[in-house]
Every structure is written in C-alpha cells, then in structure tokens.
C-alpha cells in the first residue's frame, strides 16, 4: 500500500531527468560535507573548552537526575495537555463566533482572534503573572503557565477549525438540511466532524507549538522540564550536557506529536484511497 | 396513465403548489412568475437549456434557495421562513442531488438512519430495521458497512434515494439525478426512479433523460430563459410541441 502513497512533491512536480538527479546528488554531497565539517568544528570546540570533561556528563549516570528530570517532562506533559484542551474549546468557541450568522459576533470573534494570534506567549503569561495578583487573584503557577499558553494558541487553533469547515463540500450542509436537520444539528453532526478530519495534521502542529510554550513556565517557576534543568544546571554547573539532554527530550516530545500527526493523515488517505479503487470495482 | 384518471375531489390539495413566484441574482432575473401545481402521486419532469432555472427552481420548493415574491405551498400549507417550522417542512421534501451529497463520514447505513433518528426522533433499532429495508429495495443492501466513497456512482445515488425516502416524504425532488454518472450506471438508477413513480411517490425530477421522461412523467415542463414556456403531456410535447422553443430544443437534443 505504502507505493500507492503519493507524496505533495510527487503530485507538484514531474519525476526528476537524468541531469536533475545528477544536480540533486552533488548538492546533497555538498550539503552533507558542510554539516560533518560543522559537527567536527563544534565538538572540536566542545573538547577544547572542556565540555566533554566527564564531570558534566556523568550525572546522566545518577537515578536522581533522571527521575527529577522526569518529574519536569511530566509537568511539561500537564501544561501542555490541559492548555491542549482548554485551546482546543476556546478555537471551537472563537470559530462558532467567526462563522456566525450576527455580525457583532464575528465582529468580537475576529478581533479575539487577531488579539491572541498577535500577542506574544510572554505577554499573556506576565498578565497572570504581574497583573492578575493585583486584583487579589493569585492562581497557582500551574495555571500561571498554563492559561496563557492556552489562550496565546486559540486564536490559530479557532481559524484552523473554520479552514476545516470551509473545506467541507457545501452539497455537505444542503443534503443535512434537506432532510429536515437544525442548524446546529447540520453543524455538530454532519459538517464539524468531517471538518476535523481535514485539519487533524495542522491542529497537531498546533499542539507542538503549546509545547514548545510551555518552557515560559520557569517564569512562573512551575517544575515543568525546562525549570528542573534550569536547576540541574546551577547545581552541578553543567550548562551545555543539561541542555543538549532537555533539547533531545523536547525533540523527542515533538517527534512523536508529528508522527502522530503523519498517522493520522495517512490513515485519512489510505481510507479514500482504498474507498476509490473499490468504487471504480463498484463491487 | 391511470394516476391522471382519478376523481379530481375538492379536498386533495396538491401536494405542491407554486404561485406567481419570482426570483432574482441581483440583476439576472432566475425566475419569472413562477405557477406549478404537482398532485399527489404525479411525476413532473423539468426540462430545458442550461441556465434556465431549472435547479433554482427545484431548490426554492424546499427553500434552499429564497424567492423574492410569490408563494410556494406543501400540502397547503406555506413554506415557514426559517427555524424549527421550515426544517420540519424539509423533512417533509425529499431531495437528490447530482453529486449525491451521501454524507462522507458515515456509512451507508448510518446515511440513511441520520434523518429519523435525529429529526423524527425514531429509536435506532428501529430505524436501522427500516434503513436496511430501504437498502434492499434500491438493491444496496449488501453495502450497508461501507462508506459513500467505496460505493459506485450508481450505487451511491441509489443510497441517497434511500435516505430520502426513511424520511416518508410526500414529495421527492430530483435536480438532475444522473448526470453525475457513467452511463452504465444511469439505468440502474432511473430503475430505481421509475419503480418510485409506479409506487405513487410524488416526484418533481428535473432530467435530460428524454425516454425517462416519456415513459414516467405525467407532465412535463418546459422551461427556458427563468420562465415556464409549455406544459404539456410527454406524448404531445414529444411528438408535436405547442412552441416553437420547445421544438427548437428538441431538435438541438436530437441532434446530438
Ligand atoms: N448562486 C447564484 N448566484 C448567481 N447566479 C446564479 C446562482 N445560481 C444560479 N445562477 C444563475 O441562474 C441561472 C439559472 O441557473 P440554474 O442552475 O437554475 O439553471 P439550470 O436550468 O439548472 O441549468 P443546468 O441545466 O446547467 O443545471 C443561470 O443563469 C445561473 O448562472
Ligand atoms: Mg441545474
């Protein structure tokens, strides 16, 4: 099945010639020799100035810094999943006031839309960090990071949905109404779930992009992954070995949200592509 | 044909009943002083040239297209204009469309038991018993699990009928039900249309199937440039039409 998958190059351009491939591989080569050549110059440097010394790597030995290092990417993993929900239920919300019948709603949506898409993480984050306090709310640093991590995606989560809406074929909404279904009704059972299913991949990129926000939450000194090496780092003075371990773990984190998102593409076209050879067969 | 030869009582008020109705698209006039009445049981097959307001006439009867004056009536009682009263009057339309519009993420089955279950409120055992009868007779019912787009054209269109008719509507609207399809499939399909009109649906069917329409319809419709230009039986408008536009078009048919 995997050759019947078209890739988006496949389907833009034609199959490349004989120069074309020739063209390809000596960039590829010049590309590969510039990268060992960088790689070889950064561990040079690291060896010179010391960092491979084995007094920053062997607390990676230690059962203590792993398991307080877990304890970061479990927190990391709690902001981002309920700031993932939370984003998910304001951008359905914003999407519902986007698409709206009364023009004062869309209106209001789409300036909360544009607010949250324009505003820095940061900037949502010090509101509850610095200015909510002020009014004798203080929340706890969970919510510190993760409401505004929330709120700084909705906005992109909300034009995702209505891109998936758009997406969905009008003849859709009319077969749904003709057969006597409510407005509401067409809406939640017919048109938004096939609205989602478009739009799973980019919702997904969405959530790498919480992810990557919540590292904000050393401001707010929640222990998520990002704080607990801030501190593994000012306790055994071990900067680049401590960040070069969180960076993979972040990588890892995201990798995994990205195939997630592949999987569910790919199984998306796999259904419509068997969908299509079985109804030319018209069985 | 039988159906035309029945006692013509006071109390049967056709099933629909357009008057003087006109629509506009900002300057082009769609519509012109619209009147139809279709009784219960009769076939009226639309035809004319593209672009004559076919489709938007078939689409404002159950008002997915708005008119701007005139009046359209269901069994006697006038379109609502919006909320819970219109979608109650939809439930009463039937419609097929030409690109079938089976709804893509759900099966075969489930297309046809989302109207009952959702809109009339019949409990799912019961709607599936019936869905599945439904299947059986448009003859699909082996394809039951399947999604719509694992179905053939014919196939699917013959669900979509399906659907409409869980709805128990007293009136199906066709907009040109197989045009969408590879030949080979239309006959299954205008099998399923002819076998629908023998039963006593009430059908408008906007179509280019000439034999179709002179082997089912009751009437047939001519329309051309927003307006209705003849109405006539499909023997007399067939063999010798009372105008000259009518035999113009079918002449330009003939000819291809
Ligand atoms: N949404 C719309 N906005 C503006 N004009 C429209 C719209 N829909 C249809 N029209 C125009 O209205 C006229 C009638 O269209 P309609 O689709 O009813 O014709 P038709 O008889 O069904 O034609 P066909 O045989 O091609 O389906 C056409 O001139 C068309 O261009
Ligand atoms: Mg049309």
Excluded at chain 2, 137 to 147: C, H, N
Excluded at chain 2, 153 to 166: F, K, P, T, Y
Aim: overall charge positive.
């Amino acid at each position: 099945m995997s050759n019947a998958h078209v890739s988006v190059r496949d389907a833009l351009y034609e199959a490349p010639g004989p120069k074309t491939r020739r063209r390809t591989a000596i960039g590829t080569g010049i590309a590969l020799a510039a990268i060992a050549f960088l790689a070889v110059g950064v561990v040079r440097q690291f060896y010179i100035t010391g960092q491979l010394d084995s007094k920053y790597w062997s607390i990676f030995t230690k059962s203590t810094t792993w398991k307080f290092l877990g304890q970061g990417i479990a927190g990391t993993l709690e902001v981002a999943l309920t700031a993932g929900v939370i984003t998910f239920g304001l951008g359905f919300l914003l999407m519902l006031g986007r698409i709206s019948d009364s023009k004062v709603v869309r209106g209001i949506a789409t300036a909360l839309v544009e607010f949250t898409r324009g505003v820095p993480t940061l900037l949502f984050l010090y509101f509850f960090f610095l200015v909510v306090p002020q009014f004798g709310l203080t929340l706890p640093s969970f919510w510190k990071i993760t409401l505004p991590v929330a709120i700084s995606a909705c906005g992109v989560v909300a034009e995702v949905f209505r891109s998936g809406v758009k997406a969905v074929p009008k003849g859709q909404r009319e077969a749904a109404l003709s057969i006597g279904m409510s407005k509401s009704h067409v809406f939640l059972k017919v048109v938004f779930p096939q609205a989602i299913r478009y739009v799973i991949p980019a919702l997904l990129s969405e959530l790498v992009i919480v992810v990557k926000d919540t590292t904000f939450a050393y401001v707010v000194t929640f222990p998520d992954l990002m704080q607990n090496a801030k501190v593994l780092i000012s306790n055994y003075d071990a900067l680049l070995s401590v960040y070069l371990v969180v960076a993979v773990i972040y990588i890892l984190i995201n990798y995994l949200l990205n195939r997630a998102s592949d999987f569910a593409a790919r199984r998306r076209n796999r259904t419509l592509m068997a969908a299509q050879q079985n109804g030319n067969k018209g069985v | 044909m039988e159906k035309q030869s029945k006692p013509n009582t006071p109390e049967q008020t056709p099933v629909i009943e357009l008057r003087h109705v006109d629509k506009h698209y900002g300057q082009l006039h769609v519509l012109k002083d619209i009147n139809l009445s279709v009784k219960k049981g009769e076939v009226v097959v639309i035809i004319g040239p593209s672009g004559s307001g076919k489709s938007t006439l078939c689409r404002t009867i159950n008002r997915m297209e708005t008119i701007n004056s005139g009046e359209i009536l269901i069994d006697g009682t006038a379109i609502p204009q919006e909320g819970k009263e219109l979608a109650r009057l939809r439930a009463q339309v039937g419609m097929v469309f030409q690109s079938f519009n089976l709804f893509a993420h759900k099966t075969i089955l489930d297309n046809v038991t989302l109207g009952p279950t959702d809109v009339l409120h019949v409990p799912k055992k019961e709607a599936r018993e019936e869905a599945i009868k439904l299947l059986k007779r448009v003859g699909v019912d082996t394809q039951a699990a399947k999604l719509p787009a694992q179905l053939s054209g014919g196939q699917q269109q013959r669900v979509a009928i399906a659907r409409s008719l869980a709805m128990h509507p007293k009136a199906i609207l066709f907009d040109e039900p197989t045009s969408a399809l590879d030949p080979e499939m239309i006959g299954e399909v205008l099998d399923v249309m002819t076998e629908l009109a023998k039963e006593g649906m009430t059908m408008v069917v906007v179509t280019h199937e000439m034999n179709f329409a002179r082997r089912v319809a009751d009437r047939v419709i001519f329309m051309d440039g927003g307006a209705i230009i003849e109405e006539n039986t499909p023997e007399e408008f067939f063999t010798h039409p009372n105008t000259q536009r009518a035999q113009d078009f079918l002449n330009s048919i003939k000819n291809h």
